[in-house]
């Protein structure tokens, strides 16, 4: 308990603020999270989403006219680069419309972190040579490659979760880091036990073309011909809502198309469910021998999922292995102490 108080102690005076857009809770978990180790931390988020995530500041930059955006965020930008130390910036986004606020946080020597998270990255000419199966929401490459130019211009520092989007901004930034997802593992009961009489099988996506939505529909009717369980298909539900339903699923399917895991994966597997999800061979390499997820593509999702509806006793074990999958590698409390030492060291 002392060290810990020293290292909280340690930390008073610092001030963060993340923003602007909030990408599967990872904002608030975070700030929540340095607010606990005696950091003024703050989120800013300009585009809510149907999923209500909390955030200390929103605004809806869709409301407004293009001078009004720019009108308002240039104001919200002075009073914070006055007033803050770091600034860690989310998906592509900064503080203004325009990005002028890099110019000047620079020209300050402000610290400043780009954290990309997935589609504002990724290339489908590079994804496709180690996944044959994936799919891009932005096929713009030269867009991406121009906006990773101009940003690795303004900014030394990028962040993100895994090896595979490593590979997408090695070439533009100084410096680059992998710090795991967070989840703030006390928000989310282990339900290890099956919860219901017939089996529950819920997939969650938020963009169904490139999480493979289309088939799992069709895996799952196939399956209804032959076995009796409930499916739940959750879509523009609110996080809250959807966590809900999580908490009374049996097993969880996951994006199908990627070769990586998501947050509703690491939610999933913190609520002690079986989680199915597309583990690429090549991201296989680099993710810990540990990880309890189930691989299934698109060609082996029906062969998985009937293995696990016929092996039903198997649920238990995996869920707790999920569990301390979770508590191991992405309890937002050492996430946290990852980032404090970003923001702490001289870089």
Known sequence: MKNLNKHIESNKGLKVVHGTMEIANQMYTITEGLKRCNVDAKSVNYYPSYLNYKSDFMFNLSAFNINEADKLTKELATLLIRENDVFHFHFGTSLTVDYSDLITLKNLNKKVFMHHWGSDVRLFSKAVIKNPYVKVKNSDEKGIIQRLAFLGNHIENCIVSDFELYEYVKDFYKNVYIIKQAIDIEQYQANIKPQNDKLCIVHAPTSAGIKGTPYVIKVIEELKDKYDFDFKLVQGTSHLEAKKIYEMADIIIDQLLTGTYGLLAIEAMAMGKVVICWISEDMKNNYSDELPIISANPDTLKEKLEYIIKNKD??????????????????????????LKLYNSEI
């Open 314 to 339: 198997m649920l238990e074990e995996v869920g707790k292995r999920s569990r301390q999958f979770v508590e191991k590698y992405h309890n937002s409390e050492m996430i946290v102490k990852d980032l």
